[in-house]
């Protein structure tokens, strides 16, 4: 399968405790996004990467929130002292630079904060 | 700021029922508007791009239209496997999408 994949597909976990998600792009998408979306919304924009380099922060993304993308390929999203609200669907999404804007969506990652 | 508006917010229709969903949208300097199509506890599955007022696109069933301040998908003689949300996306700088809420389409055999 060479589309996104991520990883776990579900995650619950205590308030206060910290989570980290996993997401590997298409293998030639140099752009990488990541997303949440919460039940009846759509997805809403937290972060992009252009290879390693994180060029855009969403102001829903709170100082207990990190990115990463190291190496220009994997990225990790960390969640620290998790809140009841931080409860959603985590989507990333790959693209290239060449060709259309289409973004493709991995299958999410569903974090319950209990 | 960017503003993307669906309707109607749920649809329920009987095979073979055509319908159009729409998706008017409040944008300076659109670069796409996209569609997608998402399944129960699945990720987006992307179906078109859009880019210009008059730009029409197909798939099987699934016909998207744009003008300068809407789109409509269109579904042709739905079947049930065509139930789903369907989702639309503006772009307007080069990364970032901003979705609408989202259609809710059932269809019943």
């Known amino acids: 399968d060479t589309g996104v994949s991520q990883d776990p597909r579900h995650k619950i976990t205590k308030r206060g405790q910290n989570v980290t998600f996993r997401c590997d792009p298409i293998?030639?998408?140099?752009?990488l996004y990541w997303y949440r979306q919460t039940l009846g919304q759509g997805p809403e924009f937290l972060t992009y990467?252009?290879?390693?380099?994180?060029?855009?922060k969403s102001r829903l993304l709170s100082d207990r929130f990190s990115a990463e993308r190291p190496k220009g390929s994997f990225s990790t999203l960390e969640i620290q002292r998790t809140e009841q609200g931080d409860s959603a669907m985590y989507l990333c999404?790959?693209?290239?630079?060449?060709?259309?804007?289409?973004?493709?969506f991995g299958p999410g990652t569903r974090l319950t904060v209990l | 700021e960017d503003q993307v508006t669906q309707s109607p917010e749920a649809l329920r229709l009987q095979e073979g029922e055509s319908s159009s969903l729409n998706c008017s949208y409040t944008?300076?300097?659109?670069?796409?508007l996209f569609w997608y199509r998402q399944d129960p506890g699945k990720g987006p599955e992307f179906l078109f791009t859009?880019?210009?007022a008059g730009e029409e696109k197909e798939k099987e069933r699934l016909k998207a239209t744009l003008t300068k301040k809407e789109s409509f998908l269109h579904i042709t003689a739905p079947k049930p496997e065509d139930s789903a949300t369907y989702l639309c996306?503006?772009?307007?700088?080069?990364?970032?999408?901003?979705f609408g809420a989202g259609t809710t389409v059932t269809v019943r055999a």
């Open positions: 944008v300076s300097g659109l670069r796409g």
């Open positions: 996306a503006v772009q307007v700088r080069d990364y970032k999408l901003s």
């Open positions: 293998s030639e998408h140099n752009r």
């Open positions: 859009l880019y210009s």
């Open positions: 990467f252009q290879n390693e380099a994180q060029l855009e």
């Open positions: 999404a790959s693209s290239t630079t060449s060709g259309g804007n289409e973004q493709f």
